[in-house]
Nanobody, 114 residues
Framework: QVQLVESGGDVVQPGGSLRLSCAAS????????MNWVRQAPGKGLEWVSG????????YYSDAVKDRFTISRDNVKNTLYLQIKNLKPEDTATYFC???????WGNGTLVTVSS
């Protein structure tokens, strides 16, 4: 069955960095565009970033561009999100999803606090 398992979330200070990972299985990962979506405490879902199947093109929301970098390894079937210069407003649970949103992981929590 399809599985998406995120990891890498942590408590970090403002200005810090993290790399989130999403291990995919149960489908042909290299054929599927992927997204990162986040949900801040008490708020709705927010699309953060997307990447094409081969990884040649990446897309970002205005809130995170210049600080977030999405990438993928189609040999390891893993999606990544490199985050730098973390801000308190980045505090959220981060989910990886297939492009159409038909499959989601359980999320990984990022907390930005001094």
């Amino acid at each position: 069955q399809v599985q998406l398992v995120e990891s890498g979330g942590d408590v970090v200070q403002p200005g810090g960095s993290l790399r989130l990972s999403c291990a995919a299985s149960g489908f042909t990962f290299r054929d599927i565009w992927m997204n990162w979506v986040r949900q801040a405490p008490g708020k709705g879902l927010e699309w953060v970033s997307g990447i094409t199947a081969a990884g040649g093109n990446a897309y970002y929301s205005d809130a995170v561009k210049d600080r977030f970098t999405i990438s993928r390894d189609n040999v390891k079937n893993t999606l990544y999100l490199q985050i730098k210069n973390l801000k308190p407003e980045d505090t959220a649970t981060y989910f990886c999803t297939t492009y159409l949103g038909d499959y989601w992981g359980n999320g990984t929590l990022v907390t930005v606090s001094s």
